[in-house]
């Protein structure tokens, strides 16, 4: 027998809080990139982190650079049904002066590669992504509250 198949249809409005995070989405909205540091041993996170991973103390906010380079990159041929149509696209881990962790982000404006490609040289692979690549945070004119309001772009 083949598997019985069904379909219905699903819809949902699904409603949820960043809670302590809410600033680094309302910076989105005001094209600025919030990271956290440490108030005790001056670990800087280049994401919202409440507390400190390395001594556990409390962090503040802090304003990142909006220029920064790229650490590693990838390519996805797959996402998540709202990214399906854009496939494939690059993802980027992006470093920055003055964090001690990284950001992870679309490339957007670069031929996206297409096969794997080795450590260095711009254009290997078939895309024009290579690391050290310098980048620009680019914001949506129109927020969606989401981290896909940022996205990177070659400076
Ligand atoms: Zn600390």
């Known amino acids: 027998m083949d598997p019985l198949i069904i379909q219905d249809h699903y819809e949902i409005d ?3 809080s960043y809670a302590e995070d809410s600033p680094f989405f309302v910076g989105l ?3 600025k990139l919030l990271g956290s540091r440490c108030t005790a041993c001056g670990y800087t996170y280049a994401t919202p982190r409440s507390h400190c991973m390395e001594c556990g103390a409390p962090t503040s906010w802090h304003e990142l650079p909006l220029t ?3 650490h590693t990159y990838t390519t996805c041929h797959y996402g998540g049904e709202a990214f399906l149509k854009e496939t494939p696209f690059t993802l980027i881990l992006v ?6 962790t990284l950001f992870l982000s679309r490339l957007k404006g670069v031929p996206t590669p297409t096969h794997p490609s080795p450590l260095e040289g711009e254009g290997q692979g078939g895309g024009g992504v290579y690391i050290g690549m310098p980048v620009r945070a680019k914001f949506a004119n129109t927020p969606t509250y989401k981290v896909t309001d940022v996205w990177f772009e070659p400076e």
Do not use: I, L, N, S
């Open 14 to 16: 699904y409603r949820h």
């Open 29 to 31: 909205t005001k094209g």
């Open 68 to 70: 920064g380079r790229v």
């Open 95 to 100: 470093e920055f002066d003055g964090a001690d």
